[in-house]
């Protein structure tokens, strides 16, 4: 008498082509997941879209920057590039105020001993944003930047 025996129910089979399934919709979601990543925001929306709304006007003599807010952004540092004609290449630094420049205000950062009179750099505002509970930086776009001569 031989028994016909089956390995498994298909209500197990079942289950197990489920569970599967899931364990495999969660790893490609979290691979997925680190190349998209999640950008800093500023006040509830990405931080890209606060650099369109940056306004500010700079004054530079050697040795100190005067940069003041005339957005609705606080802007909490600059990148500065030095832009030399002759050769084509840019000297950056990234400086920050002692406390965000908010609506109206003022605020100084000095220069890199590298740049003097007469020099023509380029002025980047640096946002403060927020990933969770977590604050970060973001440069934005050289385009959203301001060009002026260094006064004597």
Not at 23 to 29: M, R
Not at 136 to 151: F, R
């Amino acid at each position: 008498m031989i028994k016909k025996r089956r390995a498994l129910s298909p209500v197990i089979a079942t289950i197990l082509l489920v569970s599967i399934a899931l364990v495999l919709a969660v790893i490609i979601f979290l691979w997925a997941r680190s190349f998209i990543g999640e950008g800093l925001e500023k006040e509830g929306r990405a931080i890209d879209k606060s650099c369109e709304e940056v306004v500010f006007s700079a004054e530079a003599f050697p040795g100190t920057l005067t940069v003041e807010n005339l957005g609705n952004v606080a802007i909490y540092g600059v990148e500065i590039k030095r832009v030399d004609n002759q050769l084509g290449t840019e000297i950056s630094q990234a400086e920050q105020f002692k406390s965000s420049i908010t609506i109206g205000a003022t605020g100084n950062v000095e220069l890199p001993l590298e740049i003097g009179a007469r020099d023509t750099i380029m002025v980047i505002p640096v946002l403060l944003g927020e990933k969770g509970s977590q604050t970060g930086t973001h440069k934005c776009d050289d385009d959203y930047g301001v060009e002026i001569t260094v006064g004597d």
